[in-house]
């Protein structure tokens, strides 16, 4: 079985512009979380999305948004980038969203963005 | 207070001992938890689900949880150098998936 597919692998962007960061889960799961790490906050929770709808939200500021489609593929989108915005992008895939205990989550190879 | 701490290390252990790899949470409503290995450059990669209180056992890897005293670990047994990476525990709560901060490990050949 394929994991889960990050499109585009790296990325650089100047502050001011947007982007969009793709994320293909593993086939069947239906849950799609998406995180920043960098080396000084490490992982942090943007959102999590499950049969098309946004479940959770982290705290992050509103330029950050995202949504999933029907065939359980998911966008980010990071609008007016800021140098702070430099980081991995990661998106994990499973195969519930929400409560469920026993949801183990597996992550893409992440997408490096850097503002310049 | 952090929702889940580690040490951030480095931990530093001989080729064929045992690492012990610890992490507390302060979310009582967590219901299950997570280690993960990542290699430095890339994404996390998961080795060990827990839910229970007690421990679980995969290969050369023991999860240990104690909900009472909001604690998990990870044990690795014969520690190789291919072992030497950023070691993460995350839990579950209510709301999201919660990550520590990563305990860095060093196995010494």
């Known amino acids: 079985k394929a994991g889960v597919t990050q499109t585009p692998r790296y990325l650089i962007k100047t502050r001011g512009q947007q982007v969009t960061l793709s994320c293909s889960p593993i086939s069947g799961h239906r849950s799609v979380s998406w995180y920043q790490q960098t080396p000084g906050q490490g992982l942090q929770f943007l959102f999590e999305y499950f049969s098309e709808t946004q479940r959770n939200k982290g705290n992050f500021p509103g330029r950050f948004s995202g949504r999933q489609f029907s065939n359980s593929r998911s966008e980010m989108n990071v609008s007016t980038l800021e140098l702070g915005d430099s980081a991995l992008y990661l998106c994990?895939?499973?195969?519930?969203?929400?409560?469920?205990?026993?949801?183990?989550?597996?992550f893409g190879p992440g997408t490096r963005l850097t503002v310049l | 207070q952090k929702e889940v701490e580690q040490n951030s290390g480095p931990l530093s252990v001989p080729e064929g001992a045992i690492a012990s790899l610890n992490c507390t949470y302060s979310d009582r409503g967590s219901q299950s938890f997570f280690w993960y290995r990542q290699y430095s450059g890339k994404s996390p990669e998961l080795i060990m689900s827990i839910y229970s209180n007690g421990d679980k056992e995969d290969g050369r890897f023991t999860a240990q949880l104690n909900k009472a005293s909001q604690y998990v670990s990870l044990l690795i047994r014969d520690s190789q150098p291919s072992d030497s990476a950023t070691y993460l525990c995350a839990g579950r709560g209510y709301q999201k998936v919660t990550f520590g901060t990563g305990t860095k490990l060093q196995v010494i050949p």
């Open positions: 994990a895939s499973s195969l519930w969203g929400g409560q469920s205990s026993y949801n183990e989550q597996f």
